[in-house]
């Protein structure tokens, strides 16, 4: 079962933050999960929230600020003063900081509330750009997005977000068509995850932070999982070969 750093080791550091993929990059870990919104100006920006009031000294939605707006706000102090003056990177800050690892990168297009026009085929841009498209998977809730960009990149993996239960996982990701199901912790444990599994889906699940949990998701022949405490997990897993 291999392990993904959710938001990069988030926590331990400031979630979405370079402060946090340094800390990620550092571990011998499978791969790191970042999510990417869209500025006033059209740049792409990592950070999970729609809006900015959580996880910075300022207010409002990432839509309607441009990036010089949003980079006048600490992103790291809320989290601890050690992390203060931390800025929101862009998704080329961060894809550069994993440009020399191994690690598989899943970028999530977090477009299930504000539809970003573009979203998809500027973050494409930038995997090309960089040649990783053999270390990437593209995820989203916005399953309208992710064929779109399956249409558009049949070459790149291209993954499910669901926190629900579905009635037949397999046939309705093959249906998209997506490469794998990426599946909120309660849903995964649900008869849903072992049918896909056994049909050939590839599962990974989110957000795990217990060992309970880990043992429990191992049993059942999950392929990964999202955590914000890769180290903890890496204790229980093992490092990745």
């Given at each position: 079962?291999?392990?993904?750093?959710?938001?990069?080791s988030s926590g331990t550091h400031p979630e979405n933050t370079i402060a946090a993929f340094k800390a990620a990059a550092k571990l011998p870990i499978f791969g790191v999960e970042l999510?990417?919104?869209?500025?006033?100006?059209?740049?792409?920006?990592?950070?999970?929230?729609?809006?900015?009031?959580?996880?910075?000294?300022?207010?409002?939605?990432?839509?309607?600020?441009?990036?010089?707006?949003?980079?006048?706000?600490?992103?790291?102090?809320?989290?601890?003063?050690?992390?203060?003056?931390?800025?929101?990177?862009?998704?080329?800050?961060?894809?550069?900081?994993?440009?020399?690892?191994?690690?598989?990168?899943?970028?999530?297009?977090?477009?299930?509330?504000?539809?970003?026009?573009?979203?998809?085929?500027?973050?494409?841009?930038?995997?090309?750009?960089?040649?990783?498209?053999?270390?990437?998977?593209?995820?989203?809730?916005?399953?309208?997005?992710?064929?779109?960009?399956?249409?558009?990149?049949?070459?790149?993996?291209?993954?499910?977000?669901?926190?629900?239960?579905?009635?037949?996982?397999?046939?309705?990701?093959?249906?998209?068509?997506?490469?794998?199901?990426?599946i909120f912790l309660p849903a995964a444990m649900r008869k849903m995850t072992k049918e896909a599994l056994l049909k050939g889906s590839i599962i990974r699940v989110f957000t795990v932070?217990?060992?309970?949990?880990?043992?429990?998701?191992?049993?059942?022949?999950?392929?990964?999982?999202?955590?914000?405490?890769?180290?903890?997990?890496?204790?229980?897993?093992?490092?990745?070969?």
């Amino acid at each position: 079962m291999k392990i993904y750093a959710h938001r990069g080791s988030s926590g331990t550091h400031p979630e979405n933050t370079i402060a946090a993929f340094k800390a990620a990059a550092k571990l011998p870990i499978f791969g790191v999960e970042l999510d990417v919104h869209l500025t006033k100006d059209g740049e792409l920006v990592v950070i999970h929230d729609e809006s900015i009031d959580r996880t910075s000294t300022g207010t409002g939605n990432v839509k309607d600020l441009s990036l010089a707006e949003l980079r006048s706000y600490d992103y790291g102090s809320w989290f601890s003063s050690e992390f203060a003056n931390e800025s929101i990177p862009t998704l080329k800050e961060v894809l550069h900081v994993f440009k020399d690892t191994s690690h598989h990168i899943n970028i999530e297009l977090k477009s299930d509330i504000f539809p970003y026009e573009g979203l998809g085929n500027k973050v494409l841009h930038e995997i090309e750009s960089l040649g990783i498209a053999d270390r990437v998977v593209v995820s989203s809730f916005d399953h309208e997005a992710i064929r779109e960009f399956k249409k558009s990149a049949p070459h790149i993996e291209v993954a499910l977000l669901t926190m629900e239960v579905l009635v037949d996982a397999y046939d309705y990701a093959r249906f998209i068509p997506a490469d794998a199901l990426h599946i909120f912790l309660p849903a995964a444990m649900r008869k849903m995850t072992k049918e896909a599994l056994l049909k050939g889906s590839i599962i990974r699940v989110f957000t795990v932070n217990e060992i309970e949990h880990a043992q429990a998701l191992h049993e059942i022949g999950v392929h990964a999982i999202f955590t914000d405490y890769p180290e903890k997990m890496m204790d229980f897993i093992g490092p990745h070969n």
